[in-house]
């Protein structure tokens, strides 16, 4: 590659990795960024001359990390817990049709697992723009769901993954395609302008892009602290839950990016492992020591704690199968996600008990 095609290439991939730290703070414009480089990003190359070699695979990789951002994000802002429970599960079972994906490369799997989370994060935060999202029923969430599910992502997931057609491609050479697709574009348009506008309930506040204010009980990390200390176990859910997420998420990065060579049950072992280590050592220092540090300072000493750990199972087990540079990749994605997911999912407990404790606005209206 020339100077120039560094550049952009190492331009595109630092903001693919970029984007997604902005998606806990500005939900949906940063959501939409990402998914809006992922869709150009080769684009962009192209019109550079050049063709990155194995970009398919980062590319994966990368989409993979922003979506695991996005569900953590939902566990910290979302207000409605029945949406959370949605979201949880779509996100879960979606990557585990990657999983199975890539462990047999059929092509169907994907079709059976559409990744259907990515879209219903996009509704429900393009509803939490004027409305309270409490307004909306359980049931509302999962027709909505469901319409993604349907009418959206399955037609997509059998272009892109079943078909393996390329959009670009078939507007130059399918004549009756262009006149199709923007005459689809002009009826949604129509049926939302004429059929949804006028029946849209009154909004409930002005433009919000922003996330919500966190709880008053959960605004600072000290708090959030003392609720883990009181709270939180070992062996618990929560636990499950960030084994399941990172331990998944590490073994498709495994297989998907080039130079490693680890079997799939020993990377995710290894990971559970250290992401069991780094629970305990979170309930010690949030019951003994307690915490006042902001999210980027506890990644650092995450990280730090992250790479002792490893120096240590070095030292004991003689070696490890990754390399120094995969090594460090893997650190600092299990630090950034072990730290979110401590920071956000009390905060998503603490909003699920206002959610069950509190009646919704809805129901508040018409008492």
């Known amino acids: 590659m020339t100077t120039e095609t560094t550049i952009v290439f190492v331009t595109v991939v630092g903001l693919r990795f970029l984007l997604p730290l902005f998606i806990p703070r500005w939900p949906l414009p940063a959501v939409l960024a990402c998914l809006v480089l992922d869709g150009i990003d080769q684009s962009i190359f192209q019109a550079f001359g050049f063709d990155p070699p194995g970009y398919q695979n980062y590319d ?23 949406a959370v429970g949605i979201s949880r599960f779509l996100f879960f079972y979606r990557m585990v049709g990657v999983m ?4 047999t490369g059929v092509r169907t799997i994907l079709l059976i697992f559409p990744n259907t989370f990515e879209y219903f994060f996009i509704a429900y935060e393009a509803v939490r723009l004027r409305w309270d999202p ?19 992502k399955l037609p997509q997931e059998y272009w892109i993954h079943v078909a393996q057609l390329d959009f670009t491609d078939t507007w130059q050479e399918v004549p009756w395609f262009p006149p199709l697709v923007v005459s689809a574009v002009l009826v949604g348009l129509a049926v939302l302008w004429f059929v949804v ?8 506040h002005a433009w919000r892009v922003a996330a919500d204010p966190l709880p008053e009980e959960m605004a600072t990390a000290a708090q959030r602290d003392a609720w883990t200390a009181a709270h939180v176990r070992i062996w618990s859910w929560s636990t499950l839950e960030k084994v399941v997420l990172i331990g998944l998420l590490s073994t498709i990065y495994a297989r998907i990016l080039p130079g490693l060579e680890v079997s799939d049950l020993r990377m995710f072992v290894g990971i559970a492992a250290y992401v069991v ?24 000493s995450r990280v730090l704690v992250n790479l002792g750990l490893v120096l240590v199972a070095r030292i004991l087990l003689g070696g490890s199968a990754l390399d120094e540079s995969a090594t460090v990749f893997f650190v600092l994605l299990l630090s950034l996600l072990v730290t979110m997911h401590d920071r956000f999912s009390p ?9 069950e404790r509190d009646p919704a606005p809805a129901a508040r209206a018409a008492a």
């Open 347 to 355: 905060v998503a407990a603490v909003r699920a008990e206002h959610d």
């Open 197 to 204: 506008r006028p029946r849209l309930l009154p909004p409930d």
């Open 277 to 300: 280590a780094n629970v305990a050592i979170s309930l010690v220092v949030a019951r003994r020591v307690g915490s006042r540090e902001g999210l980027a300072a506890a990644f650092g």
């Open 60 to 82: 994966k990789a990368m989409d993979l990390f922003y979506l695991s951002i996005a569900f953590l994000s939902s566990l910290q802002n979302w207000t409605h817990s029945g």
């Open 134 to 152: 409490r307004r909306f029923s359980r049931h509302f969430w999962i027709v909505t769901a469901a319409c993604i599910w349907i009418f959206i």
């Open 100 to 103: 199975a994906f890539e462990i």
